[in-house]
């Protein structure tokens, strides 16, 4: 027979009957686990109706499949048995980590009586390692068994995040799964893996936030979901180069994905599509979608359950759709509902056994899935009030500015109440706010603006430029360009001036006595305006939560809803409740501890961010209940003043940034929110999003993004078609 491992890892699951024939809830996981849809079958335990009854399943799950690894044991076919032993442990592993993390409050369970459940499934799987350690294969080496093959295939799952697209410090995800690794006994693989796994999970900051209902948390990554599902994370977002880095990092999504979650690989879903195969370039996009969909369906079923259970509240999987077609609001609207309806005939297969045997009043199918729609042009606030009026939930992203973010909350509430009074139930959406990149533009604007002024004074501009071009490493990329401005774009540009108070920059600018005539005066002003922009995010966050969520305004607005479209009081309160800001594209762990809220907030988090705040939580003195409501406090406003004073550099693109426009001013008042002339009204407008510095370098990076991921699909399906 072949090495343990590598049965294991290749074994694929069998084909399911459509629709099941099981008779119980039992028997149905039972059922599915030997058919090798573990996680599935795990999941599967997750629902509300299950409340009462948990240890009673369990203990019948654990009955049958017991009885089922016994008999694998003694399998004709060995490398038949330790597939199904495989497949039992898998199962039982996976319910028990469900219980471990924080999916029972979402679904309900007392701490009780999970703990009940819990203990049986420990017992079970101590006593599965134990009958197979007694060697019924013959002589077994203790790190070879099947139990440890098992744990070893969850954590390489775990490692594959950011395993190809490394950025440091890593992933959180990848380095839960090396220390449990470190630490994992090979002689009772099982009980240590469950340990471990469980203080790995309770210790880390996420679920203490969670847990405590200090703000909800979202992935900004496609992969390891299952863990950050246990530490409470409710939301995924993705984009096209995310959507590419996914691939990078599980190359099984192109082919050989073994589609245990009931989940094709792109291959597969190309061969059911054979249409593309006549001139793959022209259907370049169909292609793209199709591969998106490959990815987002695996992020569908991971959340499904926690989805179900809290009636869409949470488990939201954020598509982001094509840049290129992003200001055309026929097709956006096209796009997305092309989308939304594979979604819903996936689901619908993946509901049939996910949902098996519990009530019908649950409408199955039902995409847990929102549509990030960019905010590149006016045709934003009507893609956006349009989906949100027939239920499908939007994502707004490219957004940047309080005025950006304002307006297309106000379409979102006006789509939300035409399909509330409509009796259409409402999902959770948000409001992105690309905080880290505003802070990055924010910081190109004030590098640009010193860097110019320095070379003013300099007869020699090309030489001084060159110099510190090639002290930055930038001079390659800058050397092709043109124009001495070009060239300046480039050197101060975040790929290379990031932070600002660099020392060749310093030395540079002091140099030439700007902004101060000693070294150290300028070292001194680049680090207090590289500590202030980075909180040009955190500020825009804030005042867009004051504006629409804070306890003194948000009642204000459900007033204006029932007043402005005519929605009972309950409906209304559904409308404003379900609405998240989302925080995303953060540098700094301040970026998320600074603007922590209970209610209509979702942190986005890539996963090297994840661990930068995980580090942050171990500092002496860190106490969770220090941050709750973090984002209805005040930030010092002497930050504010350096960024707008008359000489400063950023002064106009904060004014830009901070405020709203005039006529939401006037919608403010309409809505009696006291003070409004405070949010000033230089805020930019709707016409003027695609050209604001931020949008306009997104965008670019959106597109370039998709279009890269783009040829390599279509290379993809010329290759499967047998095309040169």
């Known amino acids: 027979m072949r090495n343990v491992q590598q049965v294991v890892s290749e074994a694929k699951p069998d084909e399911l009957e459509n629709p099941p024939l099981s008779l119980d809830h039992a028997s149905h996981v039972a059922y599915l686990t030997l058919k090798g849809y573990s996680r599935l079958a795990a999941d599967h335990m997750l629902h509300p109706e299950m409340k009462g009854h948990l240890a009673e399943t369990i203990g019948n799950v654990v009955r049958q499949l017991t009885l089922a690894f016994n008999q694998a044991l003694l399998e004709k076919d060995p490398e038949r048995g330790t597939v199904l032993c495989a497949r039992v442990y898998d199962t039982l592993v996976n319910m028990a980590l469900n219980l471990v993390g924080l999916e029972t409050k979402i679904v309900g369970f007392t701490d009780a009586e999970a703990e009940e459940a819990l203990s049986l499934l420990r017992e079970a799987l101590n006593n599965l390692e134990a009958l197979e350690r007694g060697g019924v294969f013959g002589a077994v080496k203790n790190e070879f068994i099947i139990a440890k093959a098992v744990v070893d295939g969850i954590l390489a ?15 959180m995800v990848a380095h839960a799964a090396e220390e449990i690794e470190k630490n994992l006994d090979n002689k009772n693989v099982i009980r240590s893996f469950l340990r471990l796994a469980e203080r790995q999970i309770k210790e880390n900051v996420y679920y ?9 948390f979202g992935n900004d990554y496609a992969l390891g979901l299952r863990w950050l599902r246990h530490l409470g994370f409710v939301q995924v977002s993705t984009n096209p180069s995310l959507a590419a880095i996914a691939y990078d990092d599980d190359p099984s999504q192109w082919e050989g994905y073994k589609g245990e979650d009931l989940c094709p690989d792109f291959r597969t879903v190309a061969e059911q599509h054979r249409e593309l195969f006549k001139d793959p370039e022209a259907s370049g996009d169909e292609i793209t979608a199709y591969a998106t969909e490959v990815s987002i369906w695996r992020n569908l079923a991971v959340f499904r359950p926690v989805a179900v259970a809290s009636n869409m509240a949470h488990g939201m999987i954020s598509l982001q759709l094509n840049p290129n077609v992003a200001d055309d609001y026929r097709e956006s609207v096209r796009t997305a509902l092309k989308f939304y309806g594979d979604a819903e005939q996936f689901l619908r297969r993946y509901d049939a056994y996910l949902l098996w045997g519990y009530s019908g009043n649950v409408e199955m199918g039902r995409p847990n899935i929102v549509f990030k729609v960019a905010a590149s042009s006016p045709a934003s606030v009507d893609v956006t009030r349009k989906l949100e009026s027939l239920g499908v939930g939007t994502n707004n992203t490219v957004t940047f500015t309080v005025s950006q973010e304002a307006e297309l909350i106000l379409a979102k509430m006006e789509g939300r109440a035409e399909a509330a009074k409509k009796g259409v139930p409402l999902t959770t959406v948000y409001e992105t706010n690309m905080g880290g990149r505003l802070d990055d533009h924010v910081r190109e604007v004030q590098a ?10 300099v007869q020699d501009k090309e030489k001084a430029l060159k110099k510190l071009a090639e002290e930055l490493g930038a001079w390659s990329e800058a050397s092709q360009k043109k124009t001495l401005a070009e060239k300046v774009v480039v050197v101060s540009s975040r790929k290379y001036l990031r932070p600002l108070n660099k020392e060749p920059f310093a030395s540079f600018l002091a140099e ?27 500020l825009v966050t804030k005042r867009v939560y004051e504006i629409f969520f804070s306890t003194q305004n948000k009642p204000k607005w459900i007033a204006y809803l029932q007043h402005k479209y005519g929605p009972s009081l309950k409906q209304a309160e559904e409308v404003m409740r379900g609405i998240d800001v989302l925080p995303a594209s953060k540098r700094h762990p301040k970026e998320t501890l600074l603007t922590l809220a209970k209610a209509n907030m979702t942190h986005t988090e890539f996963p090297n961010h994840q661990t930068a705040v995980v580090a942050a939580s171990s500092e002496p003195g860190f106490r969770v209940e220090d941050y709750r409501e973090s984002v209805s406090r005040e930030v010092d406003p002497e930050i504010l003043k350096r960024l707008t004073e008359k000489v400063s550099g950023t002064k106009k693109v904060v004014e830009e940034s901070y405020e709203v426009t005039a006529t939401q001013q006037k919608i403010l008042e309409e809505a009696k929110i006291l003070n409004s002339t405070k949010y000033g009204s230089k805020g930019i407008l709707p016409a003027q999003w695609g050209a604001f510095g931020a949008t306009a370098k997104t965008m ?3 597109s370039n993004s998709y279009e890269a991921f783009r040829a390599k699909c279509v290379e993809f399906v010329k290759k499967v078609s047998g095309q040169k």
């Open 448 to 457: 640009e603006a010193l860097m110019s002024s320095t070379l003013q004074k």
């Open 700 to 702: 670019e990076e959106f």
């Open 208 to 216: 203490r936030l969670s847990e405590s209902g200090t703000c909800k």
């Open 157 to 171: 799952e775990m490692k594959t995040v950011m395993k190809v697209v490394y950025r440091p410090p890593g992933a």
């Open 512 to 538: 030439h006595k700007v902004p101060f005539n000693s070294r150290e005066q300028v070292r001194t002003y680049l680090a207090t305006q590289e500590s202030d922009i980075g909180y040009c995010g955190i």
